[in-house]
């Protein structure tokens, strides 16, 4: 989704001045809504797979502020804006490192709970 946000916009002023069929100018007056519908197909699918794979709480909450930081994005984007756009990017390396905590302490609460399981039977 970030590129979408910096990549297709950053240069859409460029692509209506050369004439271009972008995404941006395609997307126009909609783009929040597309990119809701992005993000909330990435945190269904996070979900899944945080499902699929036994995670644990922490996973969990770390989707959470994922959605969070992915709707604050949205909500606060200003397409016209390439400073704003390029603070958006820039913001979602916090994003992989929220996930990566989550998925990382999700796992470590999962060998817990299988050793705790084993000393009670």
Request: glycine residues 10%; charged residues 20%; contains cysteine.
């Amino acid at each position: 989704m970030y590129k979408f946000i910096y990549f297709f916009f950053q240069d859409k002023s460029d692509d209506l001045t050369l004439g271009l069929k972008s995404t941006s100018i395609l997307m126009g007056d909609k783009t929040k809504y597309w990119l809701s519908g992005f993000g909330t197909t990435m945190i269904g699918n996070l979900l899944l797979a945080g499902y699929m794979c036994d995670q644990t709480l922490p996973y969990y909450l770390a989707v959470g502020l994922v959605a969070g930081h992915l709707s604050s994005q949205i909500w606060t984007l200003d397409i016209n804006d390439p400073d704003d756009c390029w603070k958006k990017f820039s913001s979602n390396k916090r994003l992989g490192l929220i996930l990566l905590a989550g998925i990382i302490a999700g796992t470590l609460g999962q060998v817990d709970k299988e050793e705790t399981k084993e000393k009670t039977q």
